[in-house]
């Protein structure tokens, strides 16, 4: 059996509504298996103006705005006619890209139907309560993720730091890695634009320090503001160019200084020339589990200053390409980021690291390191021997066909 013979059935909260580097990944992996000439068939509510043309045979599957976050959907259930598609379709791989209602419904189904499922981790859940005032609630959402997690043959995480993570929490007993990728052509240092930093109100000796991003709460905006504030009372000379868009857009904009640059949305090529245009990069976010933005940071020649976190933890190498503090700790952040805004030799060196490092990230690379996990857990449902407990041992379906 090879990738040919493979049948895969993707379950994804968001496919293509709302850009973001989850649905990104997916959409790059359908189309490198696609391209392998595998069969893809990927489930996932539709909107009327999806953010993005998206790879594959899209099913839409009924969801409802989710409370507090209208921009996202929240899936309800399988319909039986969905059901009747996904038994049409006769999938030999079941992947599941969200622990929500639909992300349940499709392990279920594997179950049911005694088919191989694996599951990717895309944000790290368990945190996002602290960003809404219910702290509390994290050990019971750590405990929900397990007991999903837990019912796949499989789960992967993009970073090994994330990995790491997912085996001291016990969530599932086979956790491996399905890394990310970056384009090199369009995050490169010679996509920098001094004529767009110009017409954006920045000065060409001006150190501009960029973030990159959905601004949410969740991404540790209120750390950042926190730390600028640090700069400012340090007279640390510099411009802020945020890039990106989302519902914490206002409170953002009043909470940092009133030079600060709020581009927008980029996306592809504009992305890129926004990244390069940058100084620096500082992400302070701990919910994510790669760090997108900081690898395309550095395939652009820019230093990240990051927290110590998953994600930035695999990317990052203090020092060299940048600098990784603790989680929350302002002062280290404003000593981080005025050390680097401050030297501009520093800032060269630690971009060209970063440019170096970024090439071991290939999309085919890492698209085709899950494809043979795809297959390894094939032959081991069928020889059985398969580790994670509450499964039934039955035979790889293999290329067989709907008929």
């Not at 399988?78 to 009747?84: A, E, Q, R, Y």
Request: proline share 6%; net charge positive; with cysteine.
């Amino acid at each position: 059996m090879d990738v040919k013979d493979l049948r895969v059935a993707l379950f994804s909260g968001n496919y293509n509504y709302v850009r973001d580097g989850a649905n990104q990944a997916l959409n790059r992996l359908v189309e490198y298996l696609l391209r392998q000439g595998a069969a893809v068939r990927i489930y996932s509510p539709k909107v009327k103006r999806p953010a993005f043309d998206h790879v594959g045979d899209l099913v839409g599957v009924p969801a409802v705005p989710l409370p507090g976050r209208a921009e996202y959907r929240a899936p309800i259930l399988l319909t039986p006619g969905v059901k009747k598609d996904l038994h049409r379709f006769g999938p030999n791989m079941m992947h599941v890209a969200s622990p929500e209602v639909l992300g349940h419904a499709a392990v279920r189904h594997a179950h049911k139907n005694k088919l191989p499922v694996v599951a990717s981790v895309h944000t790290r859940f368990e945190t996002y309560p602290r960003y809404y005032g219910f702290a509390f609630m994290e050990g019971l959402v750590e405990a929900g993720l397990r007991r999903f997690y837990r019912r796949c043959d499989a789960i992967f995480a993009p970073s090994e730091s994330m990995a790491q993570l997912l085996r001291e929490q016990r969530m599932n007993f086979d956790v491996g890695i399905w890394s990310r990728g970056v384009e090199r052509d369009i995050f490169s240092p010679e996509r920098r634009d001094m004529e767009w930093r110009r017409s954006l109100g920045i000065a060409d000796d001006e150190v501009a320090v960029g973030y990159i991003g959905r601004l949410v709460m969740e991404k540790g905006l209120d750390v950042f503001a926190d730390t600028v504030d640090q700069l400012v009372r340090r007279g640390v000379k510099h411009r802020l160019l945020i890039v990106g868009d989302g519902p914490a857009r206002d409170w953002f904009e009043k909470r940092l200084p009133e030079n600060a640059v709020f581009a927008g949305f980029q996306g592809g090529r504009d992305l890129g020339r926004a990244a390069a245009s940058m100084d620096l990069l500082f992400n302070p976010s701990v919910t994510e589990t790669f760090g997108n933005v900081t690898l395309e940071a550095m395939a652009a020649g820019v230093p990240v200053i990051a927290a110590d976190a998953t994600g930035s933890q695999s990317l990052v190498e203090p020092g060299l390409t940048g600098e990784l503090v603790r989680p929350g700790a302002i002062h280290f952040f404003a000593d981080a980021l005025g050390s680097y805004v401050q030297d501009t030799a520093k800032r060269e060196a630690a971009g060209q690291a970063g440019r170096v490092a970024s090439r071991a990230y290939e999309w085919d690379k890492v698209n085709q390191a899950l494809v043979d996990q795809y297959l390894r857990i094939g032959r081991q449902r069928e020889r059985g021997s398969f580790g994670t407990p509450g499964l039934q041992r039955v035979p790889w379906p293999g290329s067989r066909r709907p008929q």
